[in-house]
């Protein structure tokens, strides 16, 4: 088992900044391929940011290439999406999620989801 528990949400202005953090607990964290996505309401839940491993290798969602960076720290057990010049599309529950291989950016293929954290960007 994995328990994952995010934090970072909140309200901020467009064109602002906020950073999530996932810390993870458990397993060998360091052996999971970490990823955020995002959800609102009446959507499928959307892939926004993967990385592998060993941190050598990330993915990201097209609209926020160049926005939001995904990094993760293995001696702390825990993975971060910082988001830069933030948009209203953006507005959305931000889930952390672990998958048992190198990297994954469909939701099928992570095991573990943590609670997931409201981000809001005003206009």
């Known amino acids: 088992q994995v328990q994952l528990v995010e934090s970072g949400g909140g309200l901020v202005q467009a064109g602002g900044s906020l950073r999530l953090s996932c810390a993870a607990s458990?397993?060998?964290?360091?052996?999971?391929?970490m990823g955020w996505f995002r959800q609102t309401p009446g959507k499928q839940r959307e892939f926004v940011a993967a990385i592998s491993w060993n941190g050598g290798r990330t993915e990201y969602l097209d609209p926020v290439k160049g926005r939001f960076t995904i990094s993760r720290d293995r001696a702390k057990n825990t993975v971060y999406l910082q988001m830069n010049s933030l948009k209203p599309e953006d507005t959305a529950v931000y889930y952390c999620?672990?998958?048992?291989?190198?990297?994954?950016?469909?939701?099928?293929?992570?095991?573990?989801w943590g609670q997931g954290t409201q981000v809001t960007v005003s206009s």
């Open positions: 458990g397993r060998t964290f360091s052996n999971y391929g």
């Open positions: 999620a672990a998958a048992g291989q190198l990297i994954a950016t469909m939701a099928r293929n992570y095991d573990y």
